[in-house]
């Protein structure tokens, strides 16, 4: 037996608080009763049987805290401790950095229709936490990943790797709002802070910061200043969370909901920079899997200008707009500029973060890539999106144990990876050959996406099933909103069509291909890469091809 493991599990299951706690009362009852009982000249034997029942019943409350758990849902069962895969770029905790994840708030109004309210009051008491010296705050998309899930805190602490979980309510009922927030050490379970604040909606904005200042003396640390309001009208306000809450949506309709709502949120205050930064970020979203490029990268460029012309300390501004500078214009030195500004603003942030990540892999920049990848799982473990992506960038770069890491992560996370495109595994999978499991995880993703990717059609390709390939390429061009060159040359090359596979790219480029610029990394383009066309078109879109080629060389 592991006795390491062994009390580790006495801990999980809670069970030295439960023998504390019992013995501690006990040895109370007993006072009590030793104390109490002659004067009412009650037996002895009545004293002694109390005291035998104390001491026998100190085994059965440890086997009971050993199978069960006094939860905020009841008592329950206790799970047995499960082995997950745990990606190697997770570091652990600095000993001497505090840290926090804040849950989405549940929504306890009468027609529970504020759901948004309660997740968009969390992200903002996550952003204004975020901006405290000395505190590491889990990212939004692995913090709400919990969300209607029944998972214990130490759990949800655990995975997020953080010694502090904020969780609350919110209530609203016409313009009045009752919020419950609650600080719990996820250590010992214990709640160290609660306050229940009643309001009109005019006072949300004092409200959050005096949740933030609360939460900041409680665990000993400096707010240097209060955070300035996101906008003077609270009709504004409340149209901006419910925007923001379809914005983090993946489908087409929701993302169309959330331009509305922010749209109507301009219409109540004009200079509502985060608005503007919402529609931008709603575009982006939109480009290339249900608008084409031309038609939605101009819209988000003119949002993220004009929500950093009302605010130059919007940093998603900065990286939507550094996005529309590698992908409509190719220049890469102005994204390299907007993409480092994001960071400066806000450098524990997952978008900033993630695309600069993205940004040097494509230019071949592998230790700069590497190292923004591993501050993007570090702030987002438990985001499905982060750890596909991770998956997807040590592939290209030959990391194969790193990548089925991450792959597999991104799966425990969602296994029917709905909404979310394809799974990186899948074409890790394809990479090492491993054709059987590469097109059962592209089948489960077709069966919850409703379409076949291009993914599938470049497995058949690659096992030389030519006619299984071009029939699921066809069908793939047909669920998209528009016929997206680049993704399409990924089957013709590997199908050894080089000429038709230099043309997509020629009309990808055309296209304005958000992805255009992968293709240099791509093991899938290897075949071409001795090809002048090929090296051509990288250069015309602003890349070095040598610099690119030796980076991914070795894979």
């Known amino acids: 037996m592991n006795l390491k493991k062994f009390f580790a599990e006495l801990k999980r299951r809670k069970v030295y608080t439960v023998a504390v706690t019992y013995a501690v009362v006990g040895w109370l009852l007993i006072q009590v009763v030793t104390q109490v009982f002659p004067p009412f000249e009650i037996p002895n034997w009545a004293e002694r049987l109390v005291i035998v029942a104390i001491v026998l019943g100190f085994p059965v409350a440890l086997v009971f805290a050993w199978i069960y758990d006094f939860t905020r849902h009841g008592i329950v069962r206790t799970e047995d401790a499960q082995p997950e895969a745990k990606l190697d770029i997770i570091e652990p905790a600095n000993s001497t950095e505090k840290s926090i994840a804040v849950l989405p708030f549940s929504d306890l109004s009468p027609q529970r229709d504020h759901a948004y309210f309660g997740e968009g009051i969390a992200e903002e008491l996550l952003g204004a936490l975020a901006k405290v010296d000395g505190l590491r705050v889990a990212a939004r998309r692995s913090s709400f990943w919990f969300k209607d899930r029944e998972t214990e805190l130490a759990e949800i602490a655990a995975k997020l790797n953080v010694d502090h979980v904020l969780e609350g309510s919110v209530r609203r009922d016409g313009n009045r709002v009752r919020v419950t927030a609650e600080l719990i050490d996820a250590c010992d379970g214990f709640t160290i802070w609660s306050e229940t604040y009643e309001r009109e909606m005019h006072g949300i904005f004092a409200l959050q910061d005096e949740i933030t200042r609360s939460i900041v003396d409680t665990l000993k640390l400096k707010l240097a200043i209060s955070p300035p309001r996101p906008s003077r009208s609270t009709a504004a306000y409340d149209a901006y969370l419910e925007g923001l809450f379809y914005s983090d949506k993946s489908t087409e309709p929701e993302l169309r909901k959330s331009l509305e709502f922010f749209q109507r949120a301009l219409e109540q205050d004009p200079k509502f920079s985060r608005a503007w930064t919402g529609i931008a970020k709603a575009w982006l979203w939109l480009a290339d899997a249900f608008v084409p490029p031309l038609e939605a990268y101009p819209k988000v460029r003119d949002a993220a200008v004009h929500a950093l012309q009302l605010n130059d300390q919007e940093a998603e501004a900065h990286v939507y707009l550094a996005e ?61 999106w982060v750890n596909n992506f991770a998956c997807e960038l040590y592939r290209y770069f030959g990391l194969y144990d790193e990548a089925i890491a991450a792959g597999e992560r991104a799966l425990q996370l969602d296994p029917t990876f709905a909404h979310y495109g394809e799974p990186a595994l899948a074409a890790l999978y394809r990479e090492m050959r491993r054709f059987d499991e590469a097109i059962a995880l592209y089948e489960k993703t077709r069966e919850f996406n409703g379409r076949p990717g291009f993914g599938l059609a470049i497995t058949y390709a690659r096992m030389n099933r030519r006619e299984e390939a071009l029939n699921t390429l066809n ?81």
């Open 324 to 384: 529309t500078k590698r992908i409509l214009d190719w220049d890469l030195d102005g994204a390299e500029a907007e993409f480092n500004r994001a960071v400066e603003i806000e450098p524990n942030s997952t978008p900033s973060n993630y695309f600069i990540a993205a940004f040097y892999a494509v230019r071949g920049d592998r230790d700069k890539a590497l190292t923004y990848l591993q501050r993007t799982s570090k702030i987002d473990p438990a985001s499905l």
């Open 475 to 555: 069908a793939a061009i047909a669920g998209w909103g528009y016929r997206p060159g680049d993704a399409i040359a990924h089957v013709h090359v590997t199908l050894g069509a080089h000429d038709e596979a230099i043309r997509d790219l020629e009309r990808a480029c055309e296209q304005r291909s958000s992805s255009l610029h992968g293709v240099g990394i791509a093991p899938e383009f290897v075949p071409l890469r001795s090809d002048k066309r090929f090296s051509s078109i990288l250069q015309r879109i602003g890349l070095e091809p040598e610099k690119i080629f030796a980076a991914t060389r070795a894979s």
